[in-house]
């Protein structure tokens, strides 16, 4: 029995909606007492006419109602002579609140005499209305148990979908969230190098905080202890409008150092124990330290828009940038740290994926070596080559909506198995659409099984209309797919791959980009290969001495 437990009621969506009404039925909702809540009515739509403005058929969906309060899993029962409901119950927070409500409209409903003033009522020409009864889908009352269970299951169905839906949502927002942070400071680390000029560091990493935080201004209040342990000649850079004088702003520092302990932000609000005279909204201050003493503060003041108070991702990307202030002078190592922080996050996702299948492991991380390759050997440059890298690290993110039964299958796929598996580039788009400035990458991902003859997938697109970045990682995944072994295929020669490659240039693959591709040193590849195949004998060993 299918209960419908979404947060929002009645969520069925318009697409149930439709199929059940090709089939010759007819969803609407109500609450607990039987007032309907939600239809499918449409301009023109007979049916929906038909049952949801008689009078005759609320008063029938009331009763019917009243004998499902109390039952566990409420059964089917005629409204009016000839139309039956079939009753889904929609609960929040474990609460029954209503039903989605399936009218089956059955053929002893032309014989009905209440289906003349079911047709008045709904201004229904008769005659017309008959003969567009009659051509539904015939249905009687001995159908109904049937048709229960399909409806049942078409809304199992939907609702799987949905809750499907929320998880690829959550996990796009939590990437766009972590993606935030990592960009933010990403942008502060480009500019650590400049240790000859502390000022300029400071204005620059106030003002990339500045875009990413809903406040009216930014400010760095950094002393130097031996000159001036009393902040009265403080470095001060600003970001934004404050509304006042540096040597202010500097004193506001001054009365917020008095608070600072390392390690503790200060957050202050007006009207708050602790709120600051002369600001109008929400203050973050998180102290710079070094080597345990507090040595300046890092400031996002007067907070913008409708919510007034400091939001957890503020604190954190103030925390953020101040430690980034404090440790500068090391910027080398720290960005090449953060770096590997990203892709090790993205690799993390992708190996979890890769690794449904022992066939497929490693897949993704020599597919973006390959593609950082081949775009190297393009003459791309290194900020392009990155991105390239990053594309083709999570080109594959998708097959996380797939389900595992079909990724790890031995043979070959059926119909609905090969729709899944062609539906993934579409579900990584989702995934990480949310992440800004992710527009190159998410090229890749959605478009990396198009072909040059424009027979590919999704999107049907064709020679240069084809991303480039999808394009280049068409060819690295292809050449390590051909490459591997399945279960129903032993992996193919080199010689045999780049021979096929070649016969492909001009029909599947760019033929500029495959000349290039052809002529690359495959020893890092072939590394890559061999580190993946010890891995996995040594997995096995663990495994056949723990049996």
């Not at 409901?85 to 929040?92: A, G, L, R, T």
């Not at 150092?257 to 007006?270: D, H, K, Q, V």
């Not at 005279?277 to 929400?282: A, F, I, K, Q, R």
């Not at 299958?409 to 788009?429: F, N, Q, S």
């Amino acid at each position: 029995m299918t209960t419908r437990q979404f947060q929002h009621e009645h969520a069925t969506g318009e697409t149930v909606r439709s199929r059940l009404r090709a089939a010759g039925l007819f969803m609407l909702s109500c609450d607990q007492d039987g007032k309907v809540v939600a239809g499918g009515k449409k301009h023109g739509d007979w049916l929906a006419s038909l049952i949801e403005q008689p009078k005759i058929v609320h008063r029938g969906l009331a009763r019917c109602t009243r004998s499902w309060v109390d039952r566990a899993e409420p059964v089917e029962c005629p409204g009016v002579p000839g139309l039956w409901f079939i009753p889904i119950p929609v609960e929040h927070r474990r609460e029954r609140t209503g039903y989605d409500v399936v009218c089956v409209p059955c053929e002893e409903l032309l014989d009905a005499e209440q289906f003349v003033s079911l047709c008045q009522s709904a201004s229904l020409d008769e005659m017309h209305a008959r003969a567009a009864l009659a051509a539904l889908p015939p249905a009687s009352s001995g159908d109904i148990r049937r048709l229960a269970v399909l409806a049942h299951g078409t809304l199992a169905d939907d609702q799987r979908r949905r809750e499907h839906e929320v998880v690829l949502d959550d996990v796009g927002r939590e990437l766009g969230e972590s993606y935030e942070e990592i960009n933010l400071l990403y942008s502060i680390t480009r500019n650590m190098t400049e240790v000859e000029c502390p000022e300029r560091f400071l204005h620059v990493t106030c003002e990339e905080l500045l875009q990413q935080l809903p406040y009216a201004w930014v400010a760095a209040i950094v002393q130097d202890e031996q000159r001036d342990p009393s902040f009265r000649r403080a470095r001060v850079a600003v970001a934004g409008t404050p509304g006042r004088t540096t040597q202010a702003v500097r004193e506001l520092g001054q009365a917020l150092l008095l608070r600072a302990e390392p390690g503790r932000s200060i957050i202050t609000a007006p009207g708050l124990d602790g709120g600051l005279p002369g600001l109008d909204g929400t203050v973050i201050a998180q102290p710079i330290v070094n080597d345990g003493r507090v040595i300046g503060l890092l400031v996002a003041a007067e907070k913008c828009g409708s919510d007034p108070d400091a939001s957890s991702m503020d604190i954190k990307l103030v925390c953020a940038a101040a430690s980034h202030m404090e440790i500068f002078l090391e910027n080398a190592g720290l960005y090449e740290d953060l770096n590997a922080m990203f892709l090790g996050t993205l690799e993390s996702l992708t190996a979890s994926i890769d690794a449904k299948d022992k066939y497929t492991c490693g897949h993704s991380r020599r597919v973006a070596m390959l593609t950082r390759q081949l775009a190297a050997a393009s003459g791309c440059d290194s900020n392009t080559l990155h991105r390239m890298h990053i594309a083709g690290l999570v080109h594959d993110v998708g097959k996380i909506g797939v389900p595992e039964r079909v990724l790890v299958k031995p043979g070959h796929l059926d119909e609905e198995e090969v729709e899944w598996i062609r539906r993934h580039p579409e579900m990584g788009h989702r995934i990480l659409r949310d992440i800004p400035n992710f527009d190159d990458v998410l090229a890749g991902v959605m478009h990396h099984h198009e072909r040059w003859d424009g027979g590919g997938y999704p999107a049907g697109l064709a020679g240069e209309r084809i991303p480039l970045v999808a394009r280049m990682i068409a060819i690295a995944d292809a050449f390590d797919a051909m490459t591997s072994s399945r279960t129903y295929r032993q992996g193919m020669s080199r010689e045999r791959v780049l021979a096929e490659m070649r016969r492909c240039a001009g029909t599947q693959f760019d033929p500029e980009l495959i000349p290039i591709f052809v002529s690359l040193d495959f020893t890092e590849y072939d590394r890559m290969v061999e580190d993946h195949t010890a891995a996995d004998g040594r997995a096995k060993a663990i495994q056949e001495r723990a049996a």
